[in-house]
């Protein structure tokens, strides 16, 4: 087994970077330096030893907590062999055994969860609830709690990087935990669209009916990021099937979004209507006092007591995405770690001068508008500035005017200009077009609500 540990090395770190969401940074600082010493194949143990001076002694604690799970699931996917991991610096390699890791008692319990496509670090535990995710927390609790008897499906919505994923993952997770019996599913849309087309294109009666099945025999079925399915018929159609026969036999059903379903306007109405039936909750940007607390979880969970000026600076700063805030610690970490330095605010500040610019607070642009608009309606900013006429390009070019004038200084020449060479005439027409319909239209009001949230966030 050794041997064969050995030879896979490369490719059961890679796993680990690939699977895991490993930094670049992470995956050179903590993984690279890691060796394989030897098996004790009667007791399940793989030793592992960490070659780098630099970290071994600093970093080993933190490689334990860590890495030891991930690596342990690695090892067993590629080479078949469920094992225990156990780290030591180099000198310590010939004389120390520890004792087992508790983690080895759960790995079925891992096994099932990774066949769930489940992240098992997702969970109620290491979710900071903030005003910003309280009632989606809530919800979510009392779904995972009692599956398909009070809220079905869940329908939770946000911005980019706020956790949505993180709170699908923790309902799944805190179930099966609960009843590893339970058959869970999580996919995001994007890969059921692609293995949906993977199945009608082989053509093959048994591909589509395990295609379904994989779907639809399930007591639970979490879809993230359903907004990829607007504009594929197929995928809807398919979607729309799997939600009835789900929900008819009364399954759970979680599904999220970066928008609300009123807000799918070329969505068909059933799938709408049906994405309604139980309960929708947003999860909003974090306030301050929650970014902190999002810090000082993570940083408990890495094994670091982090100057507070420093978490202070990271939270004052990045405000609008949780994925980045845990990136700027993340980099600050790294940072002390690779120069063997002390964490503190000049350090932070090193670190971070890249992620966070002075000029970050800047003022809004046209173009960032654009942008936002382009992503929201699933078009390209190319099709904003063009002379398009058709409905699906005309109102969010519209948007893009009325937000120009509302949320910039930008005078109507330059936001023509910026739609690449309207007059002024057809930018005023189009900034009256959506001022007339917010007075009526309850659907057109929230989506300038949540462009603006896009657009700025704090
Ligand atoms: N309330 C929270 N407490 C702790 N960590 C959080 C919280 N919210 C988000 N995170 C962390 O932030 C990162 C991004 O979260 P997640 O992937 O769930 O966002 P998302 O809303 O699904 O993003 P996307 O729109 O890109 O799909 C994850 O590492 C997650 O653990």
């Known amino acids: 087994m ?6 896979n090395w490369d490719k ?3 796993l680990m970077r690939d699977e895991y969401d490993i930094s670049p940074v992470g995956y050179e600082t903590w993984l690279k330096p890691l060796q394989v010493e030897s098996v004790d194949e009667d007791n399940h143990i793989v030793n592992i030893v960490i070659m780098d001076p630099k970290i071994e002694t600093i ?29 030591y610096s180099k000198g310590q390699a010939d004389t120390i055994k520890e004792p087992e890791l508790p983690e080895v008692k759960d790995s079925s319990l891992m096994t099932i969860m990774q066949n769930a496509n489940l992240n098992p670090k997702y969970t109620f535990d290491t979710f900071v609830v903030g005003s910003n995710n309280k009632m989606a927390h809530a919800a979510a609790l009392a779904v995972a709690e009692s599956p398909a008897e009070i809220y079905n499906p869940l329908f939770i919505y946000g911005g980019v990087g706020l956790g949505k994923t993180h709170l699908m993952h923790s309902i799944a997770n805190f179930i099966l935990k609960n009843d590893p019996s339970k058959r869970i599913m999580y996919v995001t849309s994007e890969k059921f ?16 009916t395990q295609f379904r099945e994989k779907y639809r025999n399930n007591d639970v079925l979490l879809v993230d990021d359903i907004q990829f399915i607007i504009g594929k018929e197929s995928t809807q159609e398919e979607i729309f099937h799997t939600f009835n026969t789900l929900h008819e036999a009364k399954k759970q059903i979680i599904i999220s979004s970066d928008r609300p379903p009123k807000e799918f306007e070329t969505l068909e109405d059933r799938l709408v209507s049906r994405f309604e039936w139980g309960l929708t909750v947003d999860i909003q940007s974090p306030d301050y006092e929650t970014r902190m607390a999002i810090l000082r979880k993570k940083e408990e969970m890495d094994g670091y007591n982090i100057d507070n000026e420093v978490i202070k600076y990271i939270a004052n ?9 845990e990136g700027a610690l993340t980099k600050v970490i790294a940072l002390s770690k690779l120069d063997n330095k002390e964490i503190n605010l000049d350090l932070a500040e090193e670190a971070l001068k890249d992620f966070i610019s002075p000029n970050q607070d800047m003022e809004i642009t046209p173009e960032t508008i654009i942008n936002v608009v382009a992503d929201h ?12 006429r058709n409905k699906e390009i005309v109102i969010p070019r519209q948007i893009v ?17 910026y739609l690449g060479g309207k007059d002024h005439t057809t930018i005023i027409n189009g900034i009256k077009k959506i001022t007339k319909q917010l007075d009526t239209d309850e659907n057109m009001k929230t989506t300038i609500d949540v462009l603006k949230k896009k657009i700025n966030p704090t």
């Open 401 to 417: 005017m009325y937000l120009c004038r509302s949320m910039t200084d930008c005078p109507l020449q330059m936001i023509g200009k």
């Open 193 to 208: 669209t692609n293995e949906l087309i993977d199945s009608i294109r082989n053509k093959n009666f048994t591909t589509a």
């Open 317 to 325: 700063n990045i405000k609008s995405n949780i994925r980045e805030l």
């Open 377 to 388: 309606y699933k078009c390209t900013p190319a099709d904003l500035i063009s002379s398009k």
């Open 59 to 87: 970093g080993l604690n933190f490689i334990k907590k860590k890495y030891s799970f991930v690596l342990q699931i690695s090892i067993e996917e590629v080479t078949g062999f469920k094992c225990t991991v156990h780290f």
């Open 2 to 7: 050794l041997q064969k540990i050995r030879e």
């Open 12 to 14: 059961i770190l890679q």
